[in-house]
């Protein structure tokens, strides 16, 4: 083994066989840590948002918060009760992107689509920010290595899941549950305290520099509303529970929404109750646990599961994001390497997607969390909408039973959700969320053009048209002198003209094609084949770990074995793009292989190029 996959062993540990992929579910303890961390988490910065906007208009607004975040639980109760209804309907998982897609058209998919990656993106950001500015408020000596830090948890993260559901699931669970019992124990203490008279009586003076309005009121609205980022992920990543995999799922949003409503107005309460003021380089969770539980071991044990469990937060749109674009892939409307499983059976180039754009709006945004909070939770209400709204018509289609209360429970979440969002826009437009309702178009607007050239180049290799070919059965030599092995990714023209290359200068030919994970109509193929090429055998080769080249290096050695006196002809059929960038939306199977049959020293390899 040569030093590269060595290393990614190390790291990742050994490659899985499709077979396992049944054995990596989750149980409803592991699930809620895996994918609810990124809304149990937003506790940790909501309420915060909501002091930051009502702070402009002096002490007497900071009050405000708690009636302020009382209509946000009755939100979050609304959301969880219509995702309820989506995961009923949609047992085998329904993003939005699939409702939206399925039930109100192609474009309204796609924005639900394209609206949830961004938001994917923000969410690791504010999670790793928020995270690292828990460290630093508790130490504040690494505040300048704030970016440094981001960084290097982001490598982390990337790491755990790429190593595979099942583990991540097993690191996440204990921070993600310390968080909530040390937040439930603050919330308790600070209760106790409260009834005995230990509460600060007052806020200190503040300046008023905004007056109150209903537009201020609703800025600070829109900023809390961040407490529901994440709510969807169940809905999401139904398939990663144990079976029952919906009703499971159903059950944990219930935890979810449960558990995240308590720790919200707790935070919430106590910040009105001792009177908290947020201040730079300290967040209101390490304020007021200064103030509850004073500098002792339970304060930093706090800030190292908030810290924590923020970090983790990010890894809700590492389980959904590779998801998220696996199913956009599989459509055409992202790179085709998005839909391939990696060696641990998680879609590996989503993850590193993800980790990437994450790394650079860090980098770009300094690792500030209220720098990237205003463009936060556009995404997330534009998905929930267009989700909810699918959701109704999917009902008034249907007609199950109990049809009628699900479709007034998604009616209302649509209509709720469709008000925030454009409270969200209103009242962060200028402030930067105009940089997301731009970009949501883009997306779309590449969304479409990489779906006209998947059309296009199928068009352009199609064998529609090709007339039905009769060939004399090749007689097999009685001395092979120039042997030849043809690569068979799909028949199509270029596979077509390679095998008539091979023709012209080999007097043995044998055609391989690698089937993975059964993803191969073998009767198809073999129709077709009789039909175009019938004087050439097909070897099917079967891939249990999801591998084109290794499959193919291995034939093609044992091939060379038994014609160890002659050249063997390795052809390798290969399209070329019209543009050089268009090369980037498709697997790079023909670099790889000849990379690798050079490194077992195959001696003559030939490709065969069709231009597009």
């Not at 308590?262 to 109750?273: D, R």
Request: a neutral charge; glycine letters at 6%.
């Amino acid at each position: 083994m040569s030093l590269y996959p060595q290393i990614k062993q190390f790291l990742l540990g050994k490659s899985l066989p499709t077979s396992a992929h049944s054995e990596e579910r989750l149980s409803n303890a592991a699930a809620l840590a895996v994918l609810s961390s990124d809304a149990l988490s937003s506790v940790a910065y909501a309420t915060e948002e909501i002091l930051l906007v009502l702070v402009a208009a002096g002490s007497g607004a900071l009050g405000l918060s708690l009636p302020i975040a009382i209509a946000i639980i009755l939100l979050l109760c609304i959301v969880v009760l219509s995702y309820r209804q989506t995961i009923r309907a949609y047992p085998q998982g329904g993003g939005s992107y699939i409702v939206a897609r399925e039930n109100l058209g192609l474009y309204p998919g796609l924005v639900a689509g394209g609206s949830l990656m961004i938001d994917y993106i923000l969410t690791v950001t504010v999670s790793i920010s928020a995270g690292t500015a828990a460290l630093t408020s508790a130490v504040p000596a690494l505040r300048p290595f704030t970016v440094s830090l981001c960084l290097i948890f982001i490598f982390l993260l990337m790491l755990a899941n790429l190593r595979g559901v099942k583990e991540s699931g097993r690191i996440f669970m204990i921070p993600t549950y310390g968080f909530i019992v040390s937040i439930f124990v603050l919330i308790a203490i600070g209760l106790f305290k409260q009834v005995t008279g230990q509460a600060i009586a007052e806020y200190p003076p503040i300046p008023v520099q905004e007056g109150l309005s209903l537009f201020f009121i609703l800025r600070a609205f829109s900023a809390g509303c961040t407490a529901l980022t994440g709510v969807e992920a169940i809905s999401d990543g139904v398939l990663a529970f144990k079976e029952p995999e919906w009703k499971n799922a159903r059950i944990t949003l219930l935890y979810l929404g449960g558990i995240l409503g308590l720790m919200f107005i707790g935070i919430t309460y106590l910040s009105n109750v001792y009177h908290v003021v947020p201040e730079e380089g300290q967040t209101v969770v390490s304020l007021l646990g200064r103030e509850i539980l004073g500098n002792n071991a339970f304060y930093y044990f706090v800030q190292i599961v908030t810290l924590l469990v923020l970090l983790l937060a990010a890894n809700t749109s590492y389980a959904d994001f590779p998801r998220l674009c696996y199913f956009l892939a599989r459509d055409g409307f992202l790179p085709r390497q998005l839909a391939l499983l990696g060696d641990r059976l998680v879609y590996s180039n989503g993850i590193i997607l993800l980790s990437l754009c994450a790394a650079v709006l860090v980098i770009i945004f300094k690792g500030q969390v209220n720098a990237v909070i205003p463009l936060y939770a556009v995404g997330v209400f534009t998905s929930f909408t267009l989700s909810q709204a699918g959701m109704v018509r999917h009902w008034f289609q249907s007609r199950e039973p109990n049809w009628r209360a699900s479709a007034f429970m998604n009616g209302l979440g649509a209509i709720a959700t469709l008000v925030v969002l454009i409270v969200i826009v209103s009242t962060k437009f200028l402030l930067g969320a105009w940089l997301v309702v731009v970009a949501i178009p883009v997306v779309v607007a590449l969304f479409s053009s990489i779906h006209r050239h998947y059309q296009y180049v199928a068009e352009r290799l199609s064998i529609q048209g090709i007339a039905p070919r009769s060939y004399i059965p090749r007689p097999k030599p009685e001395v092979v002198t120039h042997p030849a092995v043809v690569v068979v990714g799909h028949l199509n023209r270029g596979t077509v003209e390679a095998l008539d290359y091979a023709r012209t200068i080999a007097d043995e030919i044998v055609a391989v094609h690698v089937d993975i994970n059964g993803s191969t109509d073998r009767e198809k193929l073999q129709e077709k084949w009789r039909q175009l090429e019938s004087d050439i055998p097909l070897e099917i080769i079967d891939s249990p770990y999801r591998s084109v080249i290794t499959p193919i290096v291995d034939f093609v050695s044992q091939f060379e074995e038994r014609h160890p006196d002659v050249f063997t002809t390795i052809v390798i059929p290969a399209f070329v793009t019209r543009n050089w960038w268009d090369s980037i939306l498709h697997n790079q199977t023909t670099l790889f292989l000849k990379t690798a049959l050079r490194a077992k020293k195959s001696r003559v390899i030939s490709t065969v190029r069709y231009y597009l």
